[in-house]
């Protein structure tokens, strides 16, 4: 394979940051790098300032869109709390087991990584998608500074049924 992997157990978390139901995770990218709610969102979540994009279903999308959420792990923030005027948004993630990819460029490697299908990568090397769990993460560490720095994917998996009827 030619993204480097591994597989890591999370215990259930939560990402709390801007969030926006869209057509690409990339339009919340794009204005969060620009206007400066990035800076703030890794200030906002402290020792931790990995900033985690979560791609999840919303029963408000219409067709073909996602939610995205851009945020930090963990933090306690108050009900209502406000990041440059806009409300944050938390989604509960459950415990799982994730297949990280890791890209040693965003911009080199993101299109051709989508190209190459994650939903199928992980089937080459013996996993499924876990549908119980229902998004996948792109994880932004503060090394990531350009598009040009690594980033990792987090799909959630489990291990594929071998035979017909398992």
Do not use: C, N
């Amino acid at each position: 394979m030619k993204y480097r992997t591994t597989y890591q157990e999370w215990p259930a978390f939560t990402i709390t940051g801007v969030s926006k139901i869209v057509g690409s995770g990339g339009e919340v990218f794009d204005a969060v790098r620009r206007d400066g709610r990035w800076e703030a969102l890794q200030r906002l979540g402290g020792d931790d300032a990995t900033l985690y994009g979560v791609a999840s279903y919303d029963k408000a999308a219409t067709q073909g869109a996602y939610r995205y959420t851009l945020g930090v792990k963990d933090v306690a923030v108050a009900a209502g709390a406000l990041l440059g005027g806009e409300a944050l948004f938390s989604i509960p993630i459950q415990q799982a087991g994730w297949l990280v990819f890791e890209l040693y460029s965003f911009s080199a490697q993101w299109g051709e990584f989508w190209h190459d299908d994650p939903y199928r990568l992980v089937q080459e090397v013996g996993w499924v998608f876990d549908t119980r769990v229902g998004l996948h993460i792109d994880v932004f560490t503060t090394a990531f500074v350009s598009e040009h720095d690594a980033m990792a994917f987090m799909m959630p998996v489990k291990r594929a049924a071998k035979g017909k009827d398992s």
